[in-house]
């Protein structure tokens, strides 16, 4: 059973920065397909980054040159390095993953997605 974990959200200033973790505990296989999506209050989610297993990385548009999605193997954790952030990325970040393999085309859509962490909350002001 795969668990996932999510930790360093917070509350920062326009132009801040945030670095969020993801803890993966149970079984998951390098092919998983492993990302982060967001939610902000009265709109849906939203798929914003995700790395597949050969490092390649894939953001939506909103979010690139500002956020970066990593992962540390050994550690068996995600990350989401959030630069220059705006009031506009203030949601609920989450961290999910599945066990077929990522792609460029559906990557961002939810369905495909069976394992969902709690959520860390991202306030922008």
């Known amino acids: 059973h795969v668990q996932l974990v999510e930790s360093g959200g917070g509350s920062v200033q326009t132009g801040g920065s945030l670095r969020l973790s993801c803890q993966v505990s149970g079984f998951i296989h390098p092919n998983y397909c492993m990302a982060w999506f967001r939610q902000a209050p009265g709109k849906e989610r939203e798929g914003v980054a995700t790395?597949?297993?050969?490092?390649?990385?894939y953001y939506t548009d909103s979010v690139k040159g500002r956020f970066t999605i990593s992962k540390d193997r050994p550690k068996r954790s995600l990350y989401l390095q959030l630069d220059e952030l705006k009031p506009e990325d203030t949601a609920m970040f989450y961290c999910?993953?599945?066990?077929?393999?990522?792609?460029?085309?559906?990557?961002?859509?939810?369905?495909?997605?069976?394992?969902w962490g709690q959520g860390t909350q991202v306030t922008v002001s």
């Open positions: 999910v993953a599945d066990s077929a393999r990522c792609y460029s085309y559906n990557w961002y859509e939810p369905f495909r997605y069976t394992y």
């Open positions: 790395i597949d297993s050969f490092g390649n990385t």
